[in-house]
């Protein structure tokens, strides 16, 4: 079973960073897809930021994600330690929300942008960005 704990939120003003870690037990993760999501209160689950595995070539390691946080957000992995980050800058207070590490299935490389191709989440860290 797969085990994921975030760390790293907490309170931050507007133009300040903060990074996020993931920490994964239970399996190697350097061959699946990874990702970061985010839910706000009264809103959906947003897609903040998704990394792929590495595959039998050695390639691997994409990043994808959504226009609201590209340029601020980077995603990456340790495979040495089980874990992935996420480095945030230049936050802005819309960036406030409780942020989930989430893992797809065994073998499953790629890096989705939709919650519901994960199987595997966090219980989540608080990110708030003060105006």
């Known amino acids: 079973q797969v085990q994921l704990v975030e760390s790293g939120g907490g309170l931050v003003q507007a133009g300040g960073s903060l990074r996020l870690s993931c920490a994964a037990s239970?399996?190697?993760?350097?061959?699946?897809?990874m990702g970061w999501f985010r839910q706000a209160p009264g809103k959906e689950r947003e897609f903040v930021a998704a990394?792929?595995?590495?595959?039998?070539?050695?390639?691997?390691?994409?990043?994808r994600y959504p226009d609201s946080v590209k340029g601020r957000f980077t995603i990456s992995r340790d495979s040495a330690k089980n874990t992935i980050y996420l480095q945030m800058n230049s936050l802005k207070p819309e960036d406030t929300a409780v942020y989930y590490c989430?893992?797809?299935?065994?073998?499953?490389?790629?890096?989705?942008?939709?919650?519901?191709?994960?199987?595997?989440w966090g219980q989540g860290t608080q990110v708030t960005v003060s105006s």
């Open positions: 989430a893992a797809r299935k065994s073998g499953i490389v790629s890096a989705a942008t939709s919650g519901r191709n994960y199987d595997y």
């Open positions: 239970g399996r190697t993760l350097s061959s699946t897809g």
């Open positions: 990394i792929s595995g590495f595959g039998g070539s050695g390639f691997g390691g994409t990043p």
